[in-house]
């Protein structure tokens, strides 16, 4: 399990992107048409939908818990996800928001009345009520001020610090004026919806033809001349995407994450919704998005069924099915999550932070992810391999002979250099820097970066059940059911409880350990920052254990999995715990709070 520096890595990369990236979140969806029995809205790096049932489920980065949406949330009609919250309207029109708060942008005026629309920035929330127009959050350009001469409003988009509305078939636009967004064109006629992006802004006319102004660096504003009549536009950061009376989906602009690049086989949609650097649509049969998938955003994971294994990473998990399938979810800034599609079926599978590997029915190992390391590059002699594991920047195969081929980063202390004496080998673990063995015969042997003596097994250890390697530090269980961790200490997450008992699998993390008890119940120790150690305590019988950086997941009854701690990414919700009712009944997307 995994080190401080990769995690650290991934939220210095999102933190800076939500201070620098535009608020342009993707204008939240019209009402779904007739044909699409819900609705579905991109984010900033996050997605979220409503199905049939009125059920809303929420994927991608959680940074802000802007993806936590309430459990006594009820029957929404729309939900419109922003840069650091998110809002939803209720079937009786009350308006909820939940996620980051720090310019009260999830206040909901007591006042507001049943609201019909709702549009959301990076830290702004505007509904329209009654033909009335609030707003709140963060002001920095007077866009929370609409003009008092507005009018009734139909639709309102707030754009990266400005806003645009439609009132009496007129849009109007205020706030502040980059690349000239909110200089509606004189001669743009009547209006049914407006799409504010981040310095561009487009129109859907009551001719069915859509108009746009303001930036234009990315040809986001030039409209497709043979787009045809339309009946929605939504606007990204830098593209915009049109759906036609015909259900077709056109985007243009901006495609350096593939977000205008409309899957051939996407059908006919009923609602479609532009995010960040991602694109969304509803069809009649199935919810489609594509695009950004760092944060997973772009990513709708099925439901991987009756689990063989699981294995935490960073800030992602994986499971693999008792049919060999293979379900990855969580942070995907480097493609760790994004199994290829023709992998076939595996029997174990590893993820770090930046790749993750997988060893298939037939013993061949197949990685993806980051490889700038080599830690992708799978030697062309392996062999048959049984097991896995990876680290920071390198990886571990353990062959059918009980041989172990390491391959990639060699950073510190040689984590790639396979010590000559081994023998066979029965369990191999992968730590951030560093990999441990179980050798035949119980003996623990490590090798790799030494600099908190992590790899120093020590003397008095004896025959081993079983061992993990953690980001800095090392545990491992001894015949006797004792736990003994060496290494790292801060957080006390080598300071084994007194009172432990035996156990029959240990589990190390970043800065935290858990242990699996002989009598079926885990116990863990050390940085609590982010719950890893709050166990469920509807966990019942366990009987599998791995600790990814902040989050630890089980095998419980009916092989399914349970995961706490760490849920930036979502990575300790599991797929499965919300099933879509409507379009696809056979996706199953993270559901609501962290289980």
């Known amino acids: 399990m995994k080190l401080v520096r990769p995690l650290f890595f991934i939220l210095s990369f999102t933190l800076a992107l939500l201070a620098g990236a535009a608020s342009a979140q993707g204008t939240e969806p019209a009402a779904p048409h007739a044909k699409a029995p819900g609705m579905i809205a991109a984010g900033s790096d996050s997605t979220c939908l409503v199905d049939g049932t009125g059920a809303v489920y929420c994927w991608g980065d959680n940074t802000f818990a802007q993806l936590d949406v309430p459990a006594d949330l009820g029957k929404v009609v729309q939900v419109a996800v922003g840069q650091r919250h998110t809002c939803a309207i209720g079937e009786d029109g009350s308006v909820r928001c939940w996620g ?46 609409p003009p008092a001469d507005l009018g009734t409003v139909t639709d309102v988009s707030i754009g990266s610090l400005y806003i645009c509305a439609v009132a009496g078939g007129t849009v109007r636009c ?81 495609n350096t994450a593939g977000q205008s690049s409309v899957p051939g086989d996407l059908g006919a949609a009923g609602q479609i919704s532009a995010g960040r650097k991602h694109s969304c649509a509803a069809t009649d049969t199935a919810f489609r998005c594509w695009g950004d998938n760092t944060a997973s955003q772009s990513a709708l994971a099925r439901y991987p069924g009756a689990a063989a294994q699981v294995a935490p990473g960073s800030a992602a998990t994986c499971i693999v099915s008792s049919a060999g399938a293979l379900t990855c979810w969580g942070s995907n800034r480097y493609g760790q999550t994004g199994v290829p599609a023709d992998l076939g079926a595996v029997k174990w599978a590893a993820i770090d932070a930046v790749h993750s590997c997988a060893v298939r029915e037939d013993g061949a190992v197949r990685c ?51 010590p000559s004496n081994l023998g066979p080998v029965t369990l191999l673990e992968a730590g951030g820097l560093h990999t441990c063995v179980l050798v035949s015969g119980g003996t623990v042997r490590c090798w790799g970066d030494d600099a908190f003596m992590q790899v120093e097994v020590p003397g008095s250890l004896g025959a081993a059940l079983d061992v993990s390697a953690g980001g800095l ?60 150690l709050d166990v469920p305590k509807d966990l019942g019988q366990v009987s599998a254990i791995r600790a990814g950086a902040n989050h630890t997941c089980v095998l419980v009854a009916d092989d399914a999995v349970r995961c706490w701690g760490g849920n930036t990414y979502l990575e300790s919700t599991v797929p499965g715990f919300g099933k879509v009712e409507a379009p696809s009944p056979s996706l199953y997307l993270p559901y609501m709070a962290r289980p």
Not at 115 to 143: H, K, M, P, Y
Not at 190 to 198: D, H, I, T
Not at 506 to 516: D, I
């Open 174 to 254: 205020w706030g502040d004026n980059a690349a000239g967004r909110i200089d509606v064109p004189g001669d743009l006629g009547a209006a049914s919806q407006v799409a504010a992006g981040n310095e561009h802004a487009c129109a859907l006319l009551a001719s069915g033809a859509v108009r746009c102004w303001g930036g234009n660096g990315a040809g986001q504003r030039d409209v497709p001349g043979d787009l045809g009549a339309a009946t929605q536009v939504s606007a990204g950061l830098l593209h915009t995407c049109a759906l036609t009376a015909g259900g077709a989906v056109r985007c243009w602009g901006d």
């Open 100 to 145: 980051n708060n720090e310019f009260g942008q999830t206040d909901v005026p007591a006042a507001l009345g049943a609201a019909s629309r709702i549009s959301i920035g990076s830290n702004a929330t505007c509904a329209v009520a009654g033909g009335a127009l609030r707003c709140w959050g963060r002001e920095t350009d007077g866009q929370l001020k």
């Open 473 to 532: 530090h090392t545990c491992a269980v001894r015949l006797d059911g004792t736990v003994r961790c060496w290494g790292d200490d801060l957080s006390d997450k080598t300071l084994v409880p007194g009172d432990l008992g035996a156990a029959s699998k240990v589990a190390a993390g970043e800065n935290h350990t858990c242990a699996l008890l002989a009598d079926g119940s885990v116990r863990c120790w050390g940085d609590n920052r982010f719950g890893q």
């Open 368 to 418: 993806w992810g980051d490889g700038s390391d080599g830690q992708l590059d799978v030697p062309a002699n392996l062999g048959t391999a049984s097991q896995v594991g990876v680290g920071l920047s390198h990886t571990c195969a353990l062959l059918a002979d009980g041989s172990v081929r390491c391959w990639g980063g060699d950073l510190f202390s040689g984590q790639a250099n396979v």
